[in-house]
């Protein structure tokens, strides 16, 4: 099947087999590995992506859905300054950083954000809750978006609350 959609801000289109996923589509025609094949059953989050403004599993998204799609993966917004905002937090509180679970963590603190920059524990907790970071203890996860919030503040605005 041919599917047209915008990906990482362009117009892409890629022929597919009607059988295969985002993730498989990402990897094996545009050679982005970011989004990591987990568990590839929708559990872990490692292959997350921002699709149509939520952050989603690419694993759990079949190729027809792809169609007329808008996808940022972690390769994209790895350039831009929120993305910074969000290691220099990380940094600062000790979150870990091995690799494995950066597309879902990331993207999940972006989205978190981008609608409430001043997020509770519970809001931030429910925010990880589709992404399984074996390394980072969830006090880590929460300083860390709240460092990341105050930085963001002082760069939009000057300040933090
Ligand atoms: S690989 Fe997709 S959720 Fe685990
Ligand atoms: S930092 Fe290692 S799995 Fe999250």
């Known amino acids: ?88 937090g990380f940094s600062q509180s000790g979150v870990e950083n091995c690799g494995y679970c950066d597309a879902g963590k990331i993207l999940a603190v972006e989205t978190l954000l981008s609608r409430n920059l001043r997020p509770t524990r519970e809001e931030i907790l429910l925010a990880f809750k589709g992404i399984k970071c074996r390394c980072t203890e969830p006090d880590s996860l929460v300083a860390g978006v709240l460092a990341t919030s105050d930085i963001r503040q002082r760069r939009l605005y000057g300040r933090s609350a």
């Open 1 to 88: 099947m041919t599917l047209g959609f915008i990906l990482n801000g362009e117009d892409v289109v890629v022929k597919a087999d009607a059988s295969s996923r985002l993730i498989d589509i990402l990897r094996n025609h545009f050679k982005l590995l970011g989004a990591k094949a987990g568990c590839l059953s929708g559990v872990c989050g490692a292959c997350s992506v921002i699709f149509n403004g939520k952050v989603v599993p690419s694993c759990l998204i079949p190729a027809f859905r792809i169609r007329g799609s808008e996808i940022i993966t972690i390769e994209a917004f790895s350039e831009t300054d929120e993305y910074q905002d969000i290691r220099e």
